[in-house]
């Protein structure tokens, strides 16, 4: 017999309220965690065709109800299916990126062609990266593998040792409590508090939490590196207060290096005006790029996915020519990206 709604509902709640507490749950608590607005009578009902049926247990007379190993079987599986119905969402944002990193590179190239100034493009990215699903599975006796997904579709794949093997239920409850607490948080917002609850949780298993905490940090970090694209840096050389020997060779190596142009990124996607941020001499954020003045402009391919496109040129660039190109640019790979279907 198939679970309606108003049972599937029901059976989260309770699923979602057990994980979190570890104590059997009644139907007055369900009635707080659900939106169907329903009599505590009437979920007692609907509690009492799920315990028939295999979904839940009572296990003592006056108790509430925890979920049965049925139960969780259908927590997981309505859980994988929401996760395959997001990936073509995630195919199609990466397919997004793909052409818009292919874009990006020639736009850097024509950009310092068409203004004799060096020119740099950041890739778009994620600007609060956060934990899409945990995959738990056993490789071996004495080895766990962690599948970690965090947006961008970036993957961390991480080898936990045990000392013993996990049984399938083990596992499967592993996995419900990793997904239910973590998924859809930015590392920030896994603290101290949240880990000590989930490690009460995973009683005997706790240690491989932390495994797993610490594959988490290195995905979401992985997902925020960034690349950045430049092209013309042999025009500033054009310019004679740009062209000795000293200033030269330290821009170069700033726009060569690249891992200095950070500051400037993340100063201009915080502090953007309507898109346009003009930076003039000891208002750059990056120490060797105070002899000259640089204007960038923050694209957003999605919601969240943000990337940074800027010239670098003397302090008597064409402001007006820059600023114009800047805003006509960002408007036409909104035409193309954004709006695209």
Do not use: W
């Not at 198939?2 to 309220?17: G, H, M, S, Y």
């Not at 969780?72 to 929401?82: C, N, P, T, W």
């Not at 990124?265 to 060797?288: F, H, L, R, T, W």
């Not at 990337?307 to 190109?325: A, F, H, L, N, Q």
């Amino acid at each position: 017999m198939d679970l309606d709604i108003r049972k599937q509902k029901i059976l989260q709640a309770i699923i979602a309220n057990y994980l979190e507490t570890g104590e059997p749950v009644g139907s007055r608590t369900i009635s707080k965690y659900t939106d169907l607005n329903l009599s505590s009578a009437t979920i007692r009902n609907e509690m009492a065709d799920l315990e028939e049926m295999g979904y839940i247990l009572q296990p003592h007379t006056s108790a509430g109800r925890i979920p049965s190993d049925q139960g969780y079987r259908f927590y997981v599986d309505q859980m994988m299916l929401e996760r395959e119905e997001e990936k073509g969402e995630r195919l199609a944002l990466l397919e997004k990126v793909d052409k818009m990193e292919n874009l990006l590179q020639q736009v850097a190239k024509v950009l310092a062609a068409n203004t004799n100034y060096a020119t740099m493009v950041t890739a778009p990215q994620y600007q609060d990266t956060k934990l899409k699903f945990i995959q738990l599975s056993q490789v071996d006796e004495k080895q766990l593998l962690a599948v970690i997904v965090v947006d961008g579709n970036v993957i961390k794949n991480k080898l936990i040792d045990v000392i013993e093997p996990l049984e399938n239920d083990e596992l499967l409850k592993l996995n419900i409590l990793l997904n239910s607490f973590l998924q859809g948080l930015a590392l920030r917002e896994i603290n101290l508090e949240l880990m000590h609850t989930m490690k009460i949780q995973a009683g005997m298993h706790a240690p491989i939490l932390e495994h797993i905490f610490n594959g988490i940090s290195d995905a979401i970090k992985k997902a925020r590196e960034l690349e950045v694209y430049t092209s013309g840096t042999t025009n500033i050389l054009k310019y004679p207060e740009l062209g000795n020997i000293e200033k030269a060779s330290k821009l170069l190596g700033v726009l060569e290096e690249k891992k200095a142009l950070i500051g400037l990124i993340d100063d201009s996607q915080k502090y953007n005006n309507q898109g346009i941020q003009v930076y003039i001499g000891e208002e750059a954020p990056v120490q060797n790029m105070k002899d000259c003045s640089i204007v960038t402009a923050t694209y957003e391919l999605e919601e969240g996915v943000k990337g940074t496109i800027g010239i670098i040129g003397p302090k008597r660039m064409d402001y007006e020519k820059v600023v114009s190109t800047l805003k006509d640019l960002t408007g036409e790979l909104d035409t193309i990206f954004k709006k695209k279907t």
